[in-house]
């Protein structure tokens, strides 16, 4: 097993550096990956991103949102949270085998007096609590396993972040499962900071002395090219998404506002606007103008700014139409 060296913070470039090691490195050696994210919630390959964040709450804190290769439910990273990669053959002993990779994380944590085990499919926990998440993902003959672990991340940003507050929301993507959490910091009998805890982490991936591989700057090259290309594209995290069925309503001075409309592979579709407000013009020719726009604020925003929406609507604005869309 060898220790790949990777520094960034980027959610973008640490998933394209596990997609690099996974499709370009030596297939006749196994590679192990730690890292952190900025704050980001990373969306699995098979979710729907309207149905998993808290858009408001994103667009506040400066979120990440960044989809990943591997399936499973949303998770939330920030410098609180410690990733960690696997990149192995993908023989039947391994393939969904999640709880094989995640011993080296419970004899970590026994060693600094701290009880965890296996539960479930794919978590760790501590306590019945949940403080780790597992994923894998396998191409041709190579498995990338990860998972996170909250080592003292700020839990009220986690459930934030996470809670979608849509007022009636299907998505026909899979959901999450939102567990208890919990962070490995409260249970350390003697206090260290996440730095200590990685380099104790790396004794128990790598028993023994450390191999280490340095990317070069060609590498680096591809792996900037690779996040371009996927993971900094909206196409990729949002309009991946399989469909999403939505009802948003909002209460303005000018009347309440109801739209009712699909999300599919990230854009509006059947969309329907209904209420008690006043207008000189048939709402359904708005519907159709925003019918096949992307599901992103700033793509809604250029449509109205081209329509005469006090037409439609007496009495509420473009920033109350949006608010209600998005909020």
């Known amino acids: 097993m060898i220790k790949v060296v990777n520094n960034h913070t980027d959610p973008r470039i640490n998933l394209a550096l596990e997609e690099y090691v996974l499709n370009y490195l030596d297939p006749s050696e196994e590679y192990a990956i730690l890292w952190q994210n900025e704050p980001t919630v990373v969306i699995g390959r098979n979710q729907n991103t309207v149905a998993e ?12 949102v960044v989809r990943r290769l591997s399936g499973g439910g949303a998770v939330y990273h920030d410098f609180g949270n410690l990733n960690f990669t696997f990149i192995v053959d993908s023989d039947k002993s391994v393939v969904s085998n999640f709880e094989h990779f995640t011993k080296p994380v419970i004899a970590a944590l026994a060693s600094l007096g701290v009880k965890a085990e296996f539960s479930g499919r794919n978590d760790i926990t501590i306590d019945g609590k949940k403080f780790s998440g597992n994923a894998q993902y396998w191409a041709k003959n190579r498995l990338l396993h990860h998972g996170t672990i909250l080592f003292n991340s700020d839990l009220s940003v986690v459930q934030e972040a996470l809670n979608v507050r849509a007022d009636k929301l299907q998505s026909k993507g899979v959901k999450s499962v939102r567990s208890r959490v919990t962070n490995i910091y409260p249970y350390l009998e003697t206090p260290i ?9 790396w004794q128990y991936l790598i028993p023994g002395e450390l191999e280490e591989y340095v990317l070069s700057e060609e590498e680096w090259a591809i792996v900037h ?13 949002y309009g991946a998404s399989p469909e999403c069925e939505m009802e948003k309503e909002a209460r303005f001075t000018g009347g309440k506002l109801e739209l009712k409309l699909n999300v599919q592979e990230g854009l509006i579709q059947d969309l329907n606007i209904f209420g008690d407000f006043f ?6 020719e708005l519907a159709e103008k925003l019918n096949g726009t992307q599901y992103r604020e700033s793509a809604v925003s250029e449509v109205l700014a081209e329509v005469p929406l006090e037409e439609y609507f007496i009495g509420i604005t473009r920033d109350e139409f949006l608010q209600c869309l998005f909020d």
């Not at 207008?279 to 359904?284: A, H, W």
């Open 53 to 64: 964040v808290n858009a408001p709450f994103i667009k506040e804190k400066g979120i990440h």
């Open 193 to 201: 900071t996440i730095e200590e805890f990685k380099e104790t982490l």
């Open 225 to 237: 090219e690779l996040k371009e290309k996927r993971y900094a594209r909206w196409e990729w995290n």
């Open 279 to 284: 207008g000189q013009r048939d709402v359904r």
